[in-house]
Each structure stands twice: as structure tokens, then as C-alpha cells.
């Protein structure tokens, strides 16, 4: 095989490899719940399944917990709806794709996805300190608390998908309690948090009430928020990606002027 070929072919790898690295992965589904994997219980949830290779079938799993009957021997195309959403929902889901052509053709399984169902228990409380209402940069503590005898507390920030967790501790005024210290403060943000047992930590309580912290005055370039990553930090995520991406392009573009000059020279050459 000529050297221009295997150059050829190893850069179109690169650029393959660059492309679906930064997106997640290559040989396995992505499996996603839209509106969110946080589900009250009695509400709806779909799960999604997306493959970049042709296969758009997919059946779906479940790891743990309570089986769920409705999944047995189902195939479905790209989503599935669960409704209305029960206990026996709450656990973890992989999918996995085949080509109706080829259904012996199968993908690896997808991501975990892992399905939270809420409104099980009784809601805790959620308390700031010093305050709701906090000076840029002051330092700022959420205490979730509860009389019921909780393990872990889960506290989520509106508009986020992730969530902090911490193990609950008895207090000495009868509660079990957990405090998030979220450093100092830089914007308003609005929380709730809930409640679990280590038995079953995917079911969880009825959401706290909601409870804003407003950041009063200016703050300053060098207090980076403590739960959402900066413009600089999501820039940096990505840049190693995108210096692949643009490097393969620019192969690809100069590549072939470099073996053009290359094989008129050796023509010249001849002549």
C-alpha cells in the first residue's frame, strides 16, 4: 500500500475518532430522559435512545431494582413513554439499537441512564445561612433537614440536571440533617432538596419547598461559582477537541496541494 493511501486512511480515523470522542462515544447509544430523569411520581417520562451507525430500533432494560413488565421483549423506535410513572420505575436503564436489515447486528449497551422518582416520602426543609440574601463573595451553607430518619439528601439547583449529595446526620434538636457548603456566593440561584433511604436510593421524598438566595453587590472575577463550571472552565473542556478537529482539517486541507507539488516535481524531473 502507498504512503499517500495509509496517510489518507489515518487521517480520516483521526478525524472520525475526534468527532464522536467529543460527543461521547462511538460504539454505544446515548440514552437520555426528556423532560428530566427527576420524575414525580403519577407524571411521564420518555426515554430516548440515539446511535450515529443506522440503528434505529432499540430495545430497553433495566438493571436493578423492581422489573418492569412493560419492557419485556419490547422494541420501540428511538423513545419510549412511561406513564404514569410509579416506584417500580425508579432505577437504572441501558438501551441497545439493532438495523431491522441485520437483526442479529446488535450495539453495544448504551450509557447508564438512571430514572429518580419523586413524592414518595415527606418533603425536608431547606434553610440558608447566614440568609437567603448574601453579599457577593460571602460564603453561603444550605441545611436540608427532616424528622424523618433519611440516609442521604439530595440538593438540586432549578435548571440543573445534576445534583449534590450528602449523608444525613442526627442534629441535636431531633432532625436528621445535611449542610451544603456552596462556598462564596456570585449570582441568585433558586434549590430544593429531598430526602432517601440507603435501601432504595433512587426514590425519593416530595421536593422541599423552593428556596431562592439572592446575591446582593458586585462580584468579583476571581470567586468562581462552586456548582456551575465558568465560561472559561466549558471552554477549556472542549478545547482539546476542538484543536483535533481543526488539526485534521487543516491535513486534509494542505495534504493534497503537498502531493500534487510532490508529483509535478517528479515529472519534472522525468522530463
Known amino acids: ?12 480515523f483521526f478525524l472520525d475518532q475526534s468527532v464522536w470522542a467529543h460527543v461521547g462515544g ?10 428530566s430523569a427527576v420524575v414525580p411520581q403519577g407524571g411521564h417520562v420518555t426515554l430516548r435512545c440515539h446511535y450515529r451507525r443506522g440503528f434505529n430500533i432499540f430495545t430497553l432494560y433495566k ?13 420501540f423506535w428511538n423513545s419510549f413513554l ?30 447508564p441512564l438512571v430514572i429518580m422518582v419523586t413524592g414518595l416520602y415527606e418533603k425536608p426543609s431547606l434553610t440558608a445561612r447566614p440568609g437567603p440574601t448574601v453579599r457577593a463573595g ?13 440516609d442521604i439528601y439530595h440538593l438540586s439547583r432549578e435548571g440543573e440536571a445534576h445534583e449534590l449529595r450528602l449523608p444525613a446526620v442526627p442534629s441535636i434538636n431531633g432532625t436528621f440533617q445535611a449542610d451544603f457548603p456552596l462556598g462564596p456566593a456570585t449570582h441568585g440561584e433558586t434549590y430544593r432538596c429531598f430526602g432517601s433511604f440507603h435501601g432504595s436510593p433512587y426514590e425519593w ?8 438566595v439572592s446575591v446582593t453587590g458586585n ?13 472559561k472552565t466549558g471552554i477549556a473542556r472542549h478545547l482539546h477537541a476542538v484543536i483535533r478537529y481543526s488539526v485534521a482539517i487543516i491535513l486534509f486541507t494542505i495534504l ?7 508529483w509535478c516535481s517528479k515529472k519534472k524531473m522525468l522530463l
Open 219 to 231: 462580584p468579583s472575577s476571581s470567586w468562581p461559582s462552586p456548582t456551575e463550571p465558568s465560561f
Open 26 to 35: 462511538q460504539d454505544k447509544p446515548f440514552c437520555s430522559a426528556w423532560p
Open 82 to 111: 412511561i406513564s404514569p410513572v410509579t416506584p417500580a420505575h425508579a432505577g437504572t436503564y441501558r438501551c441497545r439499537g439493532f438495523h431491522p436489515h441485520s437483526p442479529t447486528e446488535w450495539s453495544a449497551p448504551s450509557n
Open 205 to 212: 421524598s416530595d421536593p422541599s419547598d423552593p428556596l431562592p
Open 63 to 75: 438493571k436493578d431494582g423492581v422489573p418492569v413488565p412493560e419492557l419485556y421483549n419490547r422494541i
Open 1 to 12: 500500500m502507498s504512503p499517500t493511501v495509509i496517510i489518507l486512511a489515518c487521517l480520516g
Open 256 to 262: 493534497p496541494f503537498f502531493l500534487l507539488h510532490r
Open 138 to 150: 460571602e460564603n453561603v451553607t444550605l441545611s436540608c433537614s427532616s424528622q424523618s430518619s433519611f
